[in-house]
C-alpha cells in the first residue's frame, strides 16, 4: 500500500482556491525608434534658432509670426470639456480616442503622436459613435506612414463606444514644432 496521496484535479477545488485567469496586460506597443534620424536634433536646432531669433532688439516689442500655427496648448480638456456644440457622450469618446492616440508614438521622435500635434482633429457621430480622426505626419516622406494611421485606427475601433473608426491624413496646414504641447517640448529639451 502506498503513503502518496492523489493529486487532486484543480477544477475540483473550491471557487475561491482557483487561480484567477491571466489576462495579457493592456498597453502600448511602441514602433522602433530609429536612433540615428537626427528629427530629435533638427528640432532642438530649430528651437535653439526661433529662441535666438525671438530675443527682441532694445526697445522693440516682440511680435507673433503671422500664420503661425496655433500651439496644441489651446486645446485642453477645459476647453474640450466646455464645448458646447458637443453631446456629454461625444466628449467622453472623444477623450477615450485621445487616450488611444497617446499609445501610437512616432518612430523618429520618441513622443505619442497626440502629444507631438499629429492629431489635427476628431470628430465623434452624436448618433452612431463613429469617429472620425484628422491627422498628419512630421514629413511627408515619413517611411511608416501607413503603419501610424492604420495603428490609429485599430485603437479607435478598439473602443467600445466605437462601431467604426475612419483616419483621413492631411497635408495642409503643415507639421511645425510649434504644435507640440509643453510636456512634449519639455521632454524632449525643446524648451
Not at 503513503?3 to 487532486?8: H, I, R, V
Not at 508614438?105 to 472620425?132: C, H, M, Q, T, W
Request: hydrophobic letters at 35%.
Amino acid at each position: 500500500m502506498s503513503d502518496e496521496q492523489p493529486t487532486p484535479d484543480p477544477s475540483q477545488r473550491p471557487p475561491q482556491q482557483r487561480a484567477p485567469k491571466q489576462r495579457p496586460p493592456q498597453h502600448h506597443v511602441p514602433l522602433t525608434v530609429l536612433p540615428s534620424s537626427g528629427k530629435v536634433d533638427q528640432l532642438r536646432q530649430e528651437a535653439a534658432a526661433a529662441a535666438a531669433a525671438a530675443k527682441p532688439q532694445a526697445g522693440a516689442a516682440a511680435t507673433p509670426q503671422a500664420g503661425a500655427a496655433p500651439p496644441s496648448g489651446g486645446d485642453t480638456l477645459v476647453s474640450r470639456f466646455c464645448d458646447q456644440n458637443k453631446s456629454a457622450r461625444q466628449k467622453a469618446i472623444e477623450e477615450k480616442v485621445i487616450d488611444a492616440c497617446r499609445l501610437v508614438y512616432d518612430p523618429e521622435i520618441p513622443v505619442n503622436i497626440y502629444d507631438l500635434g499629429l492629431i489635427y482633429g476628431i470628430e465623434v457621430d452624436d448618433r452612431s459613435g463613429a469617429v472620425k480622426v484628422r491627422m498628419t505626419l512630421t514629413a511627408p516622406g515619413c517611411p511608416v506612414a501607413g503603419e501610424l494611421v492604420a495603428s490609429v485606427q485599430r485603437r479607435a475601433q478598439a473602443i467600445e463606444e466605437v462601431p467604426e473608426a475612419s483616419v483621413e491624413l492631411v497635408w495642409e496646414p503643415p507639421w511645425t514644432r510649434e504644435r507640440m504641447s509643453e510636456a512634449a517640448q519639455l521632454e524632449l529639451g525643446l524648451l
